[in-house]
Structures are given as C-alpha cells and as structure tokens.
Nanobody, 114 residues
Framework: QVQLVESGGGLAQPGGSLRLSCAASGFTFSSYAMSWARQAPGEGLEWICGIYSDGSETRYEDSVKGRFTISRDNAKNTLYLQMNSLKPEDTAVYFC???????WGQGTQVTVGS
C-alpha cells in the first residue's frame, strides 16, 4: 500500500535550518508530482511548495519563497524540504503529499523558538 513517512522535524532556533525527508513506497514515485503542506496550531492546512515528477520545476508559496527548497531523489524514492532562515511562524506540522493530495504522510512537527 502507499506509504509516505516524514522525518527530520524538531526544534530549531529562529534563523536556523532543518531538513525534512519524506520516504515514499507503494507507488511509482518518479511518476508523480509531490508537495509539502503544513498546519500551524489552530489553523487550516496550507500548501507551501510542490515539485514536478522529474524535478524540472518547483513552485513555492510566497511566505517560504527564498527560504525553503523542495527537491527529490527519484532513485531513493525520497522527497526533501530544506528549510533555512526559520521563523517562529514556521512552527507547524509538516506533511508531504503525492498525486495532487491523494496520498498523505502522518506529518512531522517543526517548532521554531529560542
């Protein structure tokens, strides 16, 4: 069955960095566009970035543009999110998704604070 497993979350200081990973299995990873979304406490789910199946194109929501980088390794069936210059407002549970939101991981908590 399809599985998406996020990892790499944790506590970071403002201005710091974290790298999230999403390990995919149960489907042909290289055939699907992938996305990251997040849900802050008390807020709804927010799409933040996406990447084409071959990695040729990426898109970002304005609040993370220039700070976050989405990438993928199709040989390893893994999606990444490099997060730099973290802000307290980046605190959220981060989810990876596949196939236009058809499949979702369980999420990983990112907390930004001193």
């Amino acid at each position: 069955q399809v599985q998406l497993v996020e990892s790499g979350g944790g506590l970071a200081q403002p201005g710091g960095s974290l790298r999230l990973s999403c390990a995919a299995s149960g489907f042909t990873f290289s055939s699907y566009a992938m996305s990251w979304a997040r849900q802050a406490p008390g807020e709804g789910l927010e799409w933040i970035c996406g990447i084409y199946s071959d990695g040729s194109e990426t898109r970002y929501e304005d609040s993370v543009k220039g700070r976050f980088t989405i990438s993928r390794d199709n040989a390893k069936n893994t999606l990444y999110l490099q997060m730099n210059s973290l802000k307290p407002e980046d605190t959220a549970v981060y989810f990876c998704s596949a196939a236009g939101g058809t499949y979702w991981g369980q999420g990983t908590q990112v907390t930004v604070g001193s």
